[in-house]
């Protein structure tokens, strides 16, 4: 079992940043390729992006390429997602997921975190 949790979200104005945290604790952490997902109200989940388990490449959907980066520190059990240029249609609640990477931005996650919000202003 991994447990993860996300903090970090919260209500920002269009053009600012945030930085999302997942801390997981459990299974080694660095076993697994972390993923970045949100789900907006009404809509399904989508995925943001991934990093591989050694940190050494990362992917991200078209809508957020260039504006989020995402990162690791496997001393820590901890990935971040940074957002920056944030815009109203990045309101959505944001979870992080530990699972593989299956090819490009297919991402099988096995275990999730409970989801913290981020809310951007106009």
């Known amino acids: 079992q991994v447990q993860l949790v996300e903090s970090g979200g919260g209500l920002v104005q269009a053009g600012g940043s945030l930085r999302l945290s997942c801390a997981a604790s459990?299974?080694?952490?660095?076993?697994?390729?972390m993923g970045w997902f949100r789900q907006a109200p009404g809509k399904e989940r989508e995925y943001v992006g991934d990093i591989t388990w050694s940190g050494g490449r990362t992917d991200y959907a078209d809508s957020v390429k260039g504006r989020f980066t995402i990162s690791r520190d496997n001393a820590k059990n901890t990935v971040y997602l940074q957002m920056n240029s944030l815009k109203p249609e990045d309101t959505a609640v944001y979870y992080c997921?530990?699972?593989?990477?299956?090819?490009?931005?297919?991402?099988?996650?096995?275990?999730w975190g409970q989801g913290t919000q981020v809310t951007v202003s106009s």
């Open positions: 997921g530990a699972g593989q990477i299956v090819t490009g931005t297919t991402f099988n996650t096995n275990y």
């Open positions: 459990g299974r080694p952490f660095s076993r697994y390729d």
